[in-house]
């Protein structure tokens, strides 16, 4: 049986998650509901429709191609142009009206697809890999919510020895958790927040389950960089932030745990409204680099070895 999946973009000659030059494929569905995630067209497991209004002339060509009315034109007031209203409760994301519109306004985020189409466009790059050192890693969204197609992918690229990561919020169950580290050579596991309390708040799930498999993967030495969001008012607590590093020294049972802190950004925030929800972050500035270098040093402090990675830095 041909395994089937659902992806929103895959990036071709990425330098910035894992060694080497990568690709990078970003699965559909992911348990958190981060309050500052920059791919939210990532959160749900079904494809979406984005509408950017700003690249919208009133056209309306898209309307005719929508067999389903989930598009209506809105005749604008004196002085303004009509506007594209989506009723998403109608629509069913078969992609016509993206197919329609001259102006690149209407985009669908996820494409089915099978592993085979995949690795297909994986190992057109087999050689920058073997020259780079480099390979895939799965993003997303996470992974372990498609685990059948995720592996797929996965035992594809180690049959040709092509070097494998993995991002992931780390709420997953262990024995899934298990099974993806068989095809794995490197894992990039995300703290959001120590306090069980305030990871509620912030994700919409408790840290449990990712506190778990944390202390799982130090304990067998499993290659992992562990990865703090810097989010200002939210996750920068400097007395938080040394709890993660101490619990991540605490735990190790090998070589010291490697952090990459990642400074909150503010370029998915138009994404938000192209699918129709409110971005609850718009006061919130990134940290600058004083502040992140500040926390750095109280992680250095503890024993981490520590880099920041991300926009600005």
């Not at 089937?4 to 030059?21: A, L």
């Not at 958190?32 to 002339?57: G, H, I, M, T, V």
């Not at 057109?124 to 995720?150: C, H, I, M, N, R």
């Amino acid at each position: 049986m041909r395994v089937m999946g659902t992806v929103f973009d895959i990036q071709k000659f990425s330098v910035h998650d894992g060694p080497g030059i990568r690709t990078l494929v970003f699965l559909k569905g992911c348990p958190l509901r981060c309050r500052w995630c920059s791919n939210p067209e990532s959160q749900k497991a079904k494809k979406e429709l984005l509408f950017y209004a700003s690249k919208c002339d009133g056209c309306g060509k898209c309307l005719a191609a929508c067999e389903y009315g989930a598009l209506t034109l809105r005749k604008g007031k004196k002085g303004e142009e009509a506007s594209l209203h989506v009723d998403r409760r109608k629509c069913r994301t078969r992609g016509r009206c993206v197919a329609a519109c001259p102006h690149d306004a209407l985009k669908l985020a996820g494409t089915e697809m099978r592993v085979e189409e995949v690795f297909g466009l994986i190992k057109k790059d087999y050689l920058f890999y073997f020259t780079s050192g480099g390979g895939v890693t799965l993003g997303g969204g996470e992974p372990t919510a498609q685990p059948e197609f995720s592996l797929g992918i996965l035992k594809k690229c180690k049959s040709l020895g092509i070097h494998t990561a993995m991002e992931t919020c780390g709420h997953v169950e262990r024995l899934v958790l298990r099974r993806f580290m068989d095809y794995l050579d490197l894992i990039h596991f995300d703290i959001k927040h120590i306090d069980p309390v305030q990871h509620l708040r912030l994700t919409g799930v408790t840290n449990e389950a990712i506190i778990r498999n944390a202390r799982m993967l130090l304990k067998e030495q499993f290659p992992t960089i562990f990865r703090i969001p810097i989010v200002p008012g939210l996750t920068d607590d400097e007395s938080a932030v040394r709890k993660t590093g101490q619990f991540l020294m605490k735990a190790r049972r090998g070589e010291v745990p490697i952090v990459e802190l990642l400074p909150y950004h503010k370029l998915g925030m138009t994404k938000y409204g192209a699918l129709g929800r409110q971005y609850s972050l718009i006061g919130v500035a990134p940290p600058t680099e004083t502040s992140v270098q500040a926390l750095k040093l109280v992680l250095e402090s503890e024993g981490l070895s520590v880099r920041i990675e991300g926009f600005g830095f």
